[in-house]
């Protein structure tokens, strides 16, 4: 969460979360001082399994690194994938802005010209270095995990959605009851129900043995996370499908069948109120700690971390929140 979260990007999200929270029960402290868990996917580090972008040619500069297929990264901060990793370019969004690339996953990954990975591209194979060619140097704007080998492109076994299939009966007062979420690794979009939609987010970004005010906090950020995109998501699969969030980091971390007792009971907890910001539903973001945001806007995100230390020092889930979000009006929807 990413995984948060929320992941268009998104927001930086922290699917390993449980992990460390496991890893602290056994060795006590260790939750403490570690890196950030969700340093293990976005790190500015190319690791073996990812596909990096460098900002300058011959694998020099800044580094953004990937685990799965983007098809649109955004512009502006905080919103943007950004280079990560040290050197010239850090912090600039990506898009159109790589010179070469890394592929260290096991699949052929493709560089397209346009985002919704379209237009012209140019493959990378397991393993390749290489720059991006005249065409698609500072012109990258999406780029997709295919086999082994590049496949030839199928015809969608449906036919794109219809405007309608798109609509959903939420409002910036009103709950959605649906949420269209992509599952990549399947390539296709499910039209699920929002608060089992939540319910199945919320215990892969926060630990669930996390204090109580804290995991109420994490339930409203990833229900108006996905609440906003619900509302706003112009997002489209390669065959044409329109859907609201990704499955994985690139928006907020769903898997189904994983919700906890004590995450649902947090869900619940909350499920009648909202945040606002000018009226409208606030997309709330968050990330690991108040250092991994990057170049967020403060006021703009939620620290897990943090969250969990004033749950711990007896703050509310409420006072939590506005700390965080400036602007904000919590209400009932």
Known sequence: MRRTTVLARTVWLLPRLAAAATALALGG????????????????????GEFCYYFNSDNQG????????????ATTQPTCYDFKGPGAGKGEC???????????????????????????????????????????????ASHQFLGSAPPPTPPPTSPPSSPAECKTDGTDTKLPTTILVYRTSLDRVERVDFKTYVKNVLPNEWVSSWPAESLKAGAMAVKNFGWYWALHSNRKTPSG?????????SSQVYEPGSAKATTNAAVDATWGARLTRGGKIFRAQYCATTTACGNWVDGDW??????????????????????????IVLSAS
């Open 29 to 48: 402290g260790l939750l403490a001082t570690a890196t950030p868990a969700s340093a293990a996917s976005r790190d500015g580090v190319c690791d073996s």
């Open 62 to 73: 800044s580094v953004s690194d990937f685990t799965a297929s983007v098809a649109d990264y």
């Open 94 to 140: 990506i898009k159109n802005a790589a010179a070469s690339v890394w592929n260290r996953s096991s699949k052929t990954v493709r560089v397209y010209y346009n985002t919704g990975y379209a237009g012209t591209y140019q493959d990378f194979a397991a393993g390749a270095k290489g720059n991006l060619n005249a065409t698609l140097k500072n012109q990258n």
């Open 241 to 249: 499908q329109c859907f609201d969030v990704y499955d994985h980091t």
């Open 302 to 327: 939620m620290s897990q971390y943090g969250s969990r230390d004033k749950a711990a020092a007896g703050w509310s889930y409420s006072r939590i929140l506005k700390h965080y979000y400036t602007g």
